[in-house]
């Protein structure tokens, strides 16, 4: 460092020496205001996340979110004037919130270079998947901290076990507590539990059916294991996943295995360049799997990728995917 002082620095070391002169009250003793300007109510927070451990000593003022679930939980929060930046939709964003991400810059189409993500000053940013803080591209949990920018990643992205909704309201509280609106998570997580609770009243009762999952691939297919929030999504709603005991939240399996666990219905994840009808063809043209009873019956079910990861679409899933496996429970 140089010896040169900003100015005010240099006005803030004149005041405190005139109040210090004029027997000025103590730090100590400030009065409540001030207290108040220093640390929220309910500050400062502290959260183990994903292995990293940060304290918060006021909210995120200048937020940056990275993937579709991580906008849209932040925007189900009512936290769009807390952010200065979003990046990364797989799909648009959910009605009720395209007015308020209308008013939100896109940083980037996809993942914002290091470079350029330091250039919006923000000081937090929220990941929804690994991806976004991938130490090779330079956005390192560890180098954002440096930087003076606290970082959040969904806790989908580090479950030690079985993603149950549960998680989902760990997450969703979690960023309403670093946010300081703890308050706006318990109606929010009121909403999609009763949504939740809908599906289960209709398909009391029903018996469940075998469903593979098809992401994506043509040598093997990338299909969703037994640890994701994907798993869950297919369980309450009427299904079993015949890849969840694949101990991983996606994995490749070959079709001769899809073959041999003949599911009764294939679920298509919709995202990306390739569509949902492409990749029905595919899998209705593929010989490996002629005798798969969801093929000669062309049993298809659709999901959009953005709903199948921990985030505020989830509830969602589980109703669209019911509708389309028990039609005759939702008529």
């Known amino acids: 460092m140089t010896g040169r002082r900003p100015a005010s620095l240099l006005l803030a070391l004149l005041v405190s020496g005139a109040l210090a002169a004029c027997g000025g009250t103590p730090a100590g003793d400030a009065p409540a205001a001030a207290q108040a300007a220093a640390a929220p109510a309910g500050f400062p927070v502290t959260l183990d996340n994903c292995g990293v451990r940060t304290t918060y000593e006021r909210p995120p003022r200048r937020a940056i979110s990275m993937n579709q679930h991580a906008t849209e939980v932040m925007l189900a929060l009512g936290l769009e004037k807390s952010m200065i930046g979003t990046a990364y939709l797989d799909d648009k964003v959910l009605p009720e919130y395209q007015a308020a991400y209308d008013a939100i810059k896109v940083v980037a189409k996809e993942y914002p270079a290091y470079e350029a993500l330091l250039a919006e000053e923000p000081d937090f940013v929220y990941g929804g998947f690994a ?173 959009p990728l953005s709903s199948v990861v921990l985030g505020v679409r989830a509830p969602g899933a589980v109703e669209a995917l019911a509708g389309q496996l028990h039609a005759d429970r939702f008529e």
Request: glycine share 10%; proline share 4%.
């Open 131 to 303: 991806s976004t803080f991938d130490e090779k591209e330079g956005r390192g949990r560890d180098v954002l901290h440096k930087a003076g920018i606290k970082t959040y990643l969904n806790v989908e992205e580090c479950a030690k076990g079985p993603v149950a909704m549960e998680l989902m309201d760990t997450e969703i509280r979690n960023v309403a507590k670093i946010f300081g609106v703890p308050g706006r998570a318990e109606p929010l997580l009121t909403e999609l539990h009763t949504a939740l609770s809908g599906v289960r009243e209709k398909l009391a009762g029903a018996a469940p059916v075998k469903l593979f999952v098809y992401d994506s691939g043509d040598r093997t297919a990338f299909t969703a294991g037994g640890k994701g929030i994907g798993n869950e999504i297919i369980t309450l709603a009427g299904a079993e996943n015949i890849f969840a005991d694949l101990d991983k939240v996606w994995g490749d399996v070959s079709f001769e295995q899809v073959a041999e666990r003949a599911p009764d219905w294939i679920v298509i994840y919709d995202y990306g360049s390739q569509s949902v009808e492409a990749k029905k063809k595919f899998l209705l043209d593929n010989p490996a799997l002629k005798d798969v009873p969801a093929i000669k019956n062309k049993r298809f079910a659709v999901l």
